[in-house]
C-alpha cells in the first residue's frame, strides 16, 4: 500500500462498510441476550462489516497521517459516514432510521469541522508568511 490512492481507496471502502453496517444494526434492532444485547439472527453480516470495517478504515487513515494529505484525512471517515446516512435511509423510513440517519449525518459534519478548525492556525500562518 505505498500509493496514497489507494490507501484512501481502502479506507472509503472500509468505512463505507462500518457505516452499512451501522444501519443495518439499525434497521434491525437489538435483541436482549444473556451477556447483554446483540443484533438478531441475520445479523452477521452486519457484525463482520462492523469490526472489519473499523479495523481496515482505522489502519487506512492512521497510515495517511504520514503524507502530504494529512489534512484531508477525516474525509475518508465522512465519505463513508455519507454513504451510511443514505444506506439507513433507504433501508426504511421509521424514526429510528431517521435518527440514525441524522447521528451519522453529525459524526461526518463534526468530522470536517474539527480539521477546519484544527488546520485554521496554520492557514493563517501560511497567508501571513506569503504575504510579506
Same mark, same amino acid.
Given at each position: ?11 472509503? =471502502?472500509?468505512?463505507? /462498510?462500518?457505516?452499512?453496517?451501522? &444501519? !443495518? @444494526? ?6 436482549? +441476550?444473556?451477556? *447483554? ?31 502530504? =494529505?494529512?489534512?484531508? /484525512?477525516?474525509?475518508?471517515?465522512? &465519505? !463513508? @459516514? ?6 439507513? +435511509?433507504?433501508? *426504511? ?40
Amino acid at each position: 500500500m505505498l500509493n496514497t490512492g489507494c490507501r484512501v481507496a481502502l479506507g472509503v =471502502v472500509a468505512s463505507s /462498510a462500518f457505516f452499512w453496517a451501522v &444501519a !443495518g @444494526a439499525v434497521d434491525l434492532g437489538l435483541e436482549r +441476550v444473556q451477556r *447483554g444485547f446483540a443484533l438478531p439472527d441475520g445479523g452477521e453480516w452486519y457484525t463482520l462489516a462492523l469490526f472489519v470495517g473499523f479495523i481496515v478504515a482505522y489502519f487506512s487513515v492512521a497510515s495517511l497521517t504520514d503524507t502530504a =494529505v494529512e489534512r484531508y /484525512a477525516a474525509l475518508v471517515p465522512a &465519505a !463513508g @459516514a455519507g454513504f451510511g446516512v443514505i444506506s439507513c +435511509v433507504l433501508m *426504511g423510513q421509521q424514526t429510528r432510521h431517521w435518527a440514525g440517519a441524522a447521528v451519522m449525518a453529525l459524526i461526518g459534519s463534526a468530522l470536517l469541522l474539527m480539521v477546519h478548525l484544527r488546520n485554521r492556525p496554520r492557514r493563517a500562518r501560511l497567508d501571513a508568511g506569503a504575504a510579506e
